[in-house]
Every structure is written in C-alpha cells, then in structure tokens.
C-alpha cells in the first residue's frame, strides 16, 4: 500500500461512514416526507408536488451548488452540504404537519443535496489518487446498503414505534451524527492541499468545464451513461408492476424472485469493477453495459415469445417441455434480472471513474454538478411519457423502446469516439500527389 493509501485510510473509513449513514437517514426522511403528503386530504397533488420539490433543485440549483464546493473545497463542501440538509429535517420536527409543508421542507432538503453531491463526488480523488474505481465501487454498495436499511429496516421500526414524528425525528438525529462525521473529517483534512477556485467570480464561471466536456469524450460518454443508466432504472420500476401482472400472469410478490438474481448481479459488478475498473477500462465496462442493458430489454420485451415458437415449430424435445411446464416468460426475466443488475452497477461505477479521472482539478465539483443536472433534466421528459406508454401500449412496448434508445445511444457514443480519436477524419491530401495530377505537370 503506498504512502496516500496508509495516511487517508481513517479518512476514507470517515467518508464511507457518513456515505452510508447520509443514505439510511435519507431514506427515513424520504418515507416520512410521502407517508405524510400521502395521507394528506389531497394525496394525489401533494405527492405530485413533492416528486416535483426534489426534482427542481437538481435542475435549477445544481451548477451553482457546484461553483460553492469548488470555490469552498470539496472537505468544506461537504460538511456545508450536510448542514444544509439537517436544518429542514431539524425543523420537520415541528414544521411537518400536511402536504404543503412536507414538499417545502423537501424543496430546502433537495437544495442542500446541490451541495452535498457534488462534494461527496469531489472527495474522491483527494482521499484516493489511483484507485478511483475502488472507492466508487464502495460508494455505490455502501448507497444500496443504506438505502435498504433506511427504507426497509429504520422507516417500518420508527413507524410502528410513534408514527411519522419518530420517523423525521430519526432522520434528523442521523443527520445530526452525519454533519459531525463530515466535519470530523473536513477537520482532518484541513491541511490538505486541495485545488479550488481562488474566487466567487471564478467559482461561478463554467467557460473551462464547458470546454472540457467539448474536449472529452470520455466525459460526455460518461454522463449519457448516466443518463440512460438512469432512464432504465426508473422505466423498470415503471414498467415491471404491469409486465408481472399482463405478461407474466403473476402477481406483485412475484417481484422478490426477480430480486434476488437482481440482487446478485449487481454485487457481481460491484466485485468486478472493484478489483479492476481502471480509466483505461472504463470506456469496454460503460459500451458493455449499454449492450448489457439493452439485450436484458430485449430479452424481457421478445425473447420468451421466440423460446414459444421454436417450442412449437421445431418441437425439440427439451425446449418442447420447458415451454409446456413452466412460465417461459418468468424463466427468461430471471437471468435477464441478474444481466440488468450487473449491466447498471458496472455502468453507473465506470461512469463515475472516468469523470473522476478526467475532470480538472478544482473544476470536479462543476463537473459532476453539470452531469447532475444534465441527467436529472433529460430523464424528466421521458419520465413523463414513460407511465403512459405503459399504460396503453404496454410494458413490452415500454421496453421494446428502451432498447432502442439504449442501442441508438451507443451507436451515436461510439462514433464521437471514433471522430475524436481522428478515426472518421479523411486524411488530408498530399500536395505533392495533388501537383503532380494535374494535367501539364
């Protein structure tokens, strides 16, 4: 282990920490927030305005939450961030009664997160100068530990423990515990020399993160692919409830079986990129993810109906009786699960390493504010759409179109690549091959 690695090893474990504990505390607040607007005596327009509370922050607040870490320091940042966020859930304690409070107090958390991520982002590199993917491979089981343990564990406990007041009140004490731990750190590491924006006039100008995303494929790969990775992950949770039941003829539970393969795949690609997602790597995991993302659409959209007519024109025997005794549908949507699990996690983490790697320093908080925002903009509008597709023209529809904007993106991908590596420019004409065929010469 090198020098870094030794010294930052109690601050990477201080990082980790607030990572999952700022994860299971969101969680909590989260439930609380739409258990209360859920319950409210006009349910369907507070919890609509509540979705719409945690969304416009992200687009209108994110790039001048970055220029405030940048100019701040992603350590200061960070425990700036955490603050922002405590003092809403603080006040929920007393302030959350109804609908209209719970989308105002998420207004004011959603805010402080525009400071929070982009910190949390920015640490990377400090703590960790040459295993990025690491780092990001924890941040992302440590994200999914917590959020299973906040919304499936802490939110029930607290609920039956004093309703959505011991809930909130959870939220805030874990949010309490998370602004020491970022300020523990940021103390630790006060000494660090981290680039920054010498200025506020410098902090809020865009121009080189502008000219880096112009400069760096690399980059712009990465944040389509966070992009699509995001508009998969929320058309599958669109789209599932109603693929179990008019496709698979089962019901809701039937979810937890496609869980647990799920479940798996992604605990592979965290394994895998872990050990070995490199810069050099990110670029094969991210165009492999996308392909991975788009067969599973395909698979679950198609591919059970070829299994049923080669079942029924070739009449093979073995494909004959799987087809006759079991759910060809659910046979095909189990592996297809693990192929989405593991095809999203190594997309979102090979995503975050090569903005990580490539941003400039003291530009790394606008540049992961700028892919937040963009992510978060572009994925509103198919959102939109994506219930109603559903609904008339069904989940296979739904995912049929998936798969198509998934291979659509990659194609446009690569040939950016391929055009900023100089591979789709025509080679320029030799002067002297010119002269000499001209007539006369």
């Not at 400071?115 to 690491?134: C, N, S």
């Not at 874990?174 to 970022?182: I, N, P, Q, V, W």
């Not at 049923?308 to 949507?333: D, G």
């Not at 179109?401 to 030799?430: N, T």
């Amino acid at each position: 282990m090198s020098n870094s690695s030794e010294r930052f090893s109690l601050e990477r474990r201080i990082y980790y920490a607030a990572k999952f504990l700022a994860q299971a505390s969101q969680n909590v607040w989260l439930a609380a927030l739409f258990l209360t607007a859920g319950t409210s005596t006009r349910p369907a327009i507070d919890v609509s305005s509540l979705f719409l509370a945690t969304l416009l922050p992200s687009i209108l607040l994110g790039l001048p939450g970055g220029s405030i870490v940048d100019r701040l320091g992603p350590t200061r940042g960070f425990a700036l961030g955490a603050l922002m966020r405590f003092a809403p859930i603080a006040a929920a304690i007393v302030l959350l009664e109804g609908g209209t409070s719970a989308w105002v107090l998420a207004f004011l958390y959603s805010t402080g997160s525009q400071v929070f991520t982009p910190a949390e982002m920015a640490l990377v590199k400090p703590l960790q100068q040459h295993q990025a993917g690491r780092v990001h491979s924890w941040l992302v089981a440590l994200q999914y530990g917590g959020q299973g343990l906040g919304i499936l564990v802490l939110a029930p406990a607290l609920y039956f423990l004093a309703g959505p007041t011991a809930m909130v009140a959870g939220a805030a004490f874990g949010f309490l515990a998370l602004t020491g731990l970022t300020g523990l750190l940021a103390f630790r590491l006060r000494h660090l020399p981290v680039a920054h924006e010498k200025s506020v006039a410098g902090a809020l100008r865009f121009t080189e993160t502008i000219r880096f995303f112009g400069r760096e494929h690399l980059a712009r790969y990465a944040v389509t692919a966070l992009g699509m990775k995001m508009v998969v992950s929320k058309g599958i949770v669109v789209a599932l409830p109603f693929y179990l039941e008019a496709d698979l003829g089962l019901g809701f539970s039937a979810l937890a079986y496609l869980a647990v393969p799920g479940v798996l795949g992604v605990v592979a690609g965290l394994i895998w990129c872990g050990r070995t997602l490199s810069l050099e790597r990110a670029h094969a995991v991210m165009r492999l993810g996308f392909i991975g993302m788009a067969v599973s659409m395909l698979a679950l959209a198609a591919l059970d109906y070829g299994i049923t007519a080669m079942a029924q024109y070739s009449q093979v025997p073995p494909i004959a009786r799987m087809e006759a005794e079991m759910n060809t549908t659910f046979a095909v949507a189990m592996p297809v699960a693990f192929l989405l699990g593991l095809s999203i996690s190594g997309v979102l983490i090979a995503a975050r390493v090569a903005l990580t790697e490539t941003a400039p320093l003291g530009q790394q908080a606008r540049v992961f504010a700028v892919q937040l925002t963009l992510t978060e903009t572009l994925v509103a509008l198919p959102l939109l759409f994506m219930g109603l597709g559903t609904t008339y023209a069904g989940a296979r529809m739904t995912l049929a179109v998936l798969a198509g904007l998934l291979v659509l993106a990659v194609a446009l991908l690569e040939l950016d690549r391929l055009r900023s590596r100089g591979a789709l420019r025509l080679p320029a004409p030799d002067p002297a091959t010119s002269a000499g065929a001209l007539p006369g010469a």
